[in-house]
Nanobody, 124 residues
Framework: QVQLTESGGGLVQAGDSLRLSCAASVRTFSSYFMGWFRQAPGKDREFVAAISGNGGSTRYADSVKGRFTISRDNALNNVYLQMSSVNSEDTAIYYC?????????????????WGRGTQVTVSS
């Protein structure tokens, strides 16, 4: 069983930067592909970014490419999402997710484990 806990959300202004963290309680953290998803008010949850177990491969949604960076620290069992140049369309609940089988998938169904999310609100 994998437990994921997100943190770092809050209220920021457009153009600001923010770093989200996700702590995983699992012994074999490096064996998991990790992903970030988000759900904006009134919209479906969508893929943001994913990273391989050793951190060597990443994937991003077109909407965040060049602005967001996913990274991980396997010694700390943490995965991060560095957000920069945020805008109002980045307002959402951000979820951390883990999978062992489906790589850098953008599909929610590929991820077996999910955190409860952290709210990010961008004011313009």
């Amino acid at each position: 069983q994998v437990q994921l806990t997100e943190s770092g959300g809050g209220l920021v202004q457009a153009g600001d930067s923010l770093r989200l963290s996700c702590a995983a309680s699992v012994r074999t953290f490096s064996s998991y592909f990790m992903g970030w998803f988000r759900q904006a008010p009134g919209k479906d949850r969508e893929f943001v970014a994913a990273i391989s177990g050793n951190g060597g491969s990443t994937r991003y949604a077109d909407s965040v490419k060049g602005r967001f960076t996913i990274s991980r620290d396997n010694a700390l069992n943490n995965v991060y999402l560095q957000m920069s140049s945020v805008n109002s369309e980045d307002t959402a609940i951000y979820y951390c997710a883990a999978n062992q089988r489906y790589g850098l998938s953008s599909l929610q169904s590929a991820y077996a484990y999910w955190g409860r999310g952290t709210q990010v609100t961008v004011s313009s």
